[in-house]
């Protein structure tokens, strides 16, 4: 299997190699784009935006080759703009809606700008505005009735975070010595930062697709905050008996969602590292309990059942640095229990914090591993017990609710860790 992977791969890439196959990729992402601006009837369309990307690419392989091919490129950027400009003008005249946004004329520049990095070997790039770009105009509705929804504090609030964000991570240090292991602050405070924006993106996406059911609420919940899931559905059961299967399915998906992001967090920050492997020993144990929590969520609740989840804003940056502060305590705990009791004492720790953050823990392991003060199995042991800590919180926390809410949470939560113990167990040893 592995080896036919390998092959499709090196077939994809020894095409996307050939200017010929550089050329499709850049009339396909633009066609992809233009799909929106079709649906929506608007001025241009697939055609339009795919024969854009295509001379795009088409220029950009000029001037590669011939010395008048980067006047060309040039040209065809303005007549593009041009174009745009004409287009919006025409909306205008014949009263389209909107005419004046000119999102249109934008997302043709965009699309030329798709095919000037397909053709010119930055494929990844070129994807990723493709999706991104499509995203934005797919998702139109929602992001202005999110803006719209702002308050003027949590507006203020996400700019403040915006700018620190992105002042502060160029003056960091790349690496520093601290406590006999090499600490990287640019990656540390890039890893706060990620959590913040999932809590963010999250937050925005219960306000908009929240209450439109169990899998909806408890999954984008729990990315936000498990805890605010396991309080809302301790009021429901409290007050309907009738609450009990959907309320677990909750609470089971919340912890699904903090798997994820745990694994998430794992990946991103090794995927890419020279100085380490991947975490990808995290995958199985991780992954087979976030299936197990879907899987019973599943059979045991309506996924359709309307739930309201209240969130506290994440938009604030003392959330930010508060979580960032919990980071620095655990990562200090962490290295002086690594130091003191060797790999049971980083493990204890894992435990007692997963308590409180998991992805706090998380966040710590991937950095002391980056440095080289643990290996991948300790690594990824003290991920897995940290999130085993967090389901043990939120069953912990249910059992304040109903009898029957606290059993069956608690009861799930043991199967599916026992599950998840097991796949981990089974993959050392096959190993």
């Not at 992001?261 to 976030?290: D, K, Y």
Request: proline share 2%.
């Amino acid at each position: 299997m592995y080896a036919s992977v390998l092959q499709s791969s090196s077939l994809v890439s020894a095409f996307l190699a050939e200017p010929i196959g550089r050329l499709v990729l850049a009339a396909a992402l633009g066609l992809f784009l233009g799909l929106e601006r079709e649906w929506s009837q608007k001025s241009a369309g697939i055609r339009t935006f795919s024969l854009t990307s295509l001379l795009a690419a088409v220029f950009t392989l000029a001037a590669q080759t011939e010395y008048v091919g980067g006047a060309l490129l040039v040209v065809g950027g303005v007549l593009v703009i041009v174009q745009g400009v004409l287009l919006a003008v025409q909306g205008l005249r014949s009263g389209e809606e909107d005419a004046l946004s000119l999102t249109t004329s934008v997302s043709l520049l965009v699309a030329y700008g798709v095919g000037v990095l397909v053709a010119s070997g930055a494929i990844l790039a070129g994807v990723t505005v493709a999706v991104v770009s499509s995203l934005l105009l797919v998702l139109k509705r929602e992001l202005h009735g999110f803006a719209g929804g702002l308050t003027r504090e949590e507006l203020r609030s996400t700019t403040e975070f915006a700018i620190l964000a992105f002042v502060i991570y160029p003056v960091l240090p790349t690496e520093r010595q601290v406590l006999g292991f090499t600490f990287e602050p640019r990656v540390a405070w890039l890893m706060v930062v990620t959590v913040a924006g999932i809590g963010i993106v999250n937050y925005a996406l219960i306000r908009t697709y929240g209450g439109r059911g169990v899998a909806a609420t408890g999954f984008l919940g729990g990315l936000a905050s498990s805890t605010a899931v396991v309080g809302t559905m301790l009021d429901h059961v409290r007050q309907r008996s009738e609450a009990v299967s959907y309320a677990v399915a909750a609470v089971l998906l919340a912890d699904a969602a903090m798997a994820v992001r745990n694994l998430g967090i794992a990946l991103a920050f090794t995927l890419f590292t020279p100085e380490a492997e991947p975490l990808f020993e995290a995958i199985l144990p991780l992954g087979s309990l976030v299936v197990g929590c879907f899987v019973v969520a599943w059979f045991t609740a309506d996924w359709r059942e309307y739930v309201e989840i209240e969130l506290e804003s994440p938009f604030s940056l003392r959330n930010a640095l508060a979580f960032g502060g919990v980071f620095l305590l655990i990562l200090a705990g962490s290295t002086v229990a690594k130091a003191q009791f060797g790999t049971a004492g980083l493990y204890i720790g894992a435990l007692i914090s997963g308590l409180v953050s998991s992805a706090g823990v998380t966040t710590a392991t991937v950095l002391l591993y980056r440095g080289g003060s643990i290996s991948t199995a300790a690594a990824v042991n003290t991920v897995l017990l940290a999130t085993a800590s967090s389901v043990v919180v939120k069953a912990g926390l249910a059992a304040a609710g109903p009898p029957a809410f606290a059993r069956r949470v608690a009861a799930w939560s043991a199967a599916l860790l026992v599950g998840a113990g097991v796949v981990t167990a089974a993959t050392v040893i096959i190993a």
